[in-house]
Each structure stands twice: as C-alpha cells, then as structure tokens.
C-alpha cells in the first residue's frame, strides 16, 4: 500500500520528483499517513486530497480532502 497525494482539479498524482503524474503507480509514497498531511500542509496546498493505493489491485480509496479551512471528512472510493 502506498500513500499518495491527489490535486483534486487536475486529478494527477504528486510524483517522486516533485512534478504531478497522471500514472497512480508513478506517485510518491509517503508511507504514512502523517507524513503527507505535513506535505501537503507545508505546500499550502488547496484541493488535493491524500490517497490509500494498493497496488497489487490497482485500487484506491480517498483518506482525507484539504480545503481552504483545513482538512475535511474521509471521501469516497476512488
């Protein structure tokens, strides 16, 4: 399982190197969930939202949505 940050608009995973990908398998893992809230935080990122991927079954489920106001309730299956 990986944890991965999503911008919302575009919908396109932030990659290792910093860039923003349209391949999920090509997102950066942040390995715990901590970790990328305190990225996204630090970015003043507005609408991406941290994402659960697993890999072997190529699925993912949204952990939490970042608004303006801060960080919002658990969102829908992705």
């Known amino acids: 399982m990986k944890v991965i940050i999503q911008d919302l608009e575009t919908q396109k995973f932030l990659a290792a190197d910093e860039s ?3 391949n ?11 970790r990328a ?5 630090l970015e003043h990122a507005h609408e ?14 949204g952990a939490r949505n ?3 106001h801060g960080w919002a309730d658990l ?4």
Do not use: G, N, S
Request: some cysteine; glycine content about 0%; overall charge negative.
């Open 66 to 68: 970042w608004q303006d």
């Open 37 to 41: 809230f305190d990225a996204v935080r």
């Open 48 to 61: 991406v939202r941290v994402m659960y991927y697993f890999e072997d079954l190529d699925y993912a489920i």
């Open 75 to 78: 969102c829908a299956a992705a």
């Open 24 to 34: 999920i398998a090509a997102a950066k893992d942040f390995h715990f969930r901590p």
């Open 20 to 22: 923003w990908t349209e």
